[in-house]
């Protein structure tokens, strides 16, 4: 998941970004209207956290433009306390959600896990390759019951490749997907992080594979074992 973060405040924003990136997303940080309106432009993002009283362009401004060009992007908008009309006119320019300022981190960390849930589908779903499992909301991954201990570029490598099973990911896709905005990664960190990745879950018979110079793939699997999104059950959220 990557997310953009829209905030004046750097002492916030720094810890926002920290937790964010803590918690294995991809986040971004822009400090005024203009710079998120551009970002918001030009890159895909699975989330915005929006501050309205942002310098330059305002965060309704933002907002509007974003709806206007027919974006259905999950936006949970920041705000201060006292501020009831902006908030009221922000959900009413397309917001999904809003947090008055201070808030509690944790709180915010619930209102993301929903959001991104919602943009899941709505629930909390599980994709399921094989014996290979992953747990989208949860972000969680196993092998028959057996709990895999992956990095967060690793989660995030194992989700584009599942939401694209049997269909090439270039690496320029892969650092689109598992990077911050702007952050230098090389082809060789990308390659190290397929070879991790390889190792945990090619024990269970799902393999990548590699199309030299090109990408890389999941391989699908036969029809009656084939990649297939279900609702979570008790058994795989207790293993």
């Not at 009283?53 to 006292?82: C, K």
Request: one cysteine or more; charged letters at 25%; glycine letters at 8%.
């Amino acid at each position: 998941m990557r997310i953009l973060l829209a905030e004046d405040d750097s002492v916030l924003a720094d810890g926002l970004t920290r937790s964010l990136r803590h918690s294995g997303y991809a986040a971004d940080c822009v400090k005024n209207g203009i710079e998120a309106d551009s970002a918001l432009s030009t890159q895909d993002f699975d989330l915005l956290i929006l501050d309205l009283g942002l310098p330059r362009m305002s965060g309704l401004e933002v907002l509007r433009r974003l709806r206007s060009r027919n974006s259905r992007l999950p936006v949970l908008i920041l705000t201060a306390a006292d501020s009831v009309e902006q908030r009221v006119q922000g959900l009413d320019l397309g917001a999904d959600d809003y947090m008055a300022k201070p808030f509690a981190l944790s709180e915010l960390e619930a209102r993301v896990r929903a959001l991104t849930r919602r943009g899941a589908g709505g629930g909390p779903t599980v994709i399921r390759h094989g014996p290979l499992s992953y747990d989208q909301v949860g972000r969680i991954a196993y092998i028959g019951q057996q709990m895999l201990e992956l990095s967060a570029r690793e989660l995030g490598l194992l989700e584009v490749l599942l939401q694209r099973t049997g269909r090439l990911v270039s690496k320029e896709q892969l650092v689109d997907h598992l990077c911050e905005w702007g952050e230098e990664v090389s082809n060789n960190a990308i390659e190290v992080y397929v070879h991790r990745l390889r190792k945990k879950i090619e024990v269970g018979g799902v393999r990548i594979a590699t199309v030299r110079g090109l990408g890389y793939c999941l391989e699908k699997l036969p029809e009656n074992s084939a990649t297939a999104i279900a609702p979570i059950t008790p058994a795989a959220s207790d293993a």
